[in-house]
């Protein structure tokens, strides 16, 4: 995806854009904008919502925060909201530890 950020000092606003695909039962082409804030310098936390556009189905909005607690490392939690609100979908939510190859 295409991604650009305004550093603010502490707070870093950022947006980004992806295309990818859901699976309603079948591969469905999404555009997905993304909001994010970074926090910190070096940035400890990653707030963000992303809002998933089907071609031909409604919309998925999702919600995560990331947490960068040592330097490679970082603690990843999402929640889907639609999952939450609609229920002719179940819930789902996400939780996964990264670390930065690079």
Do not use: C, N
């Not at 936390?45 to 919309?59: K, M, N």
């Not at 999402?78 to 002719?88: F, P």
Request: hydrophobic share 45%; net charge negative; charged share 15%.
């Amino acid at each position: 995806g295409i991604q650009t950020a305004i550093p603010l000092g502490f707070i870093t606003p950022a947006l980004r854009t992806e295309l990818t695909s859901l699976f309603l039962p079948g591969p469905i082409p999404v555009v997905s904008p993304i909001l994010l804030l970074g926090f910190g310098e070096p940035e400890f936390l990653t707030l963000g919502g992303r809002a998933r556009i089907p071609i031909d189905e409604g919309y998925f909005f999702d919600t995560f925060a990331v947490i960068h607690f040592a330097e490679r490392w970082s603690l990843f939690t999402g929640v889907d909201i639609t999952s939450i609100v609609d229920e002719k979908y179940p819930f789902m939510g996400t939780v996964s530890i990264g670390y930065k190859l690079k």
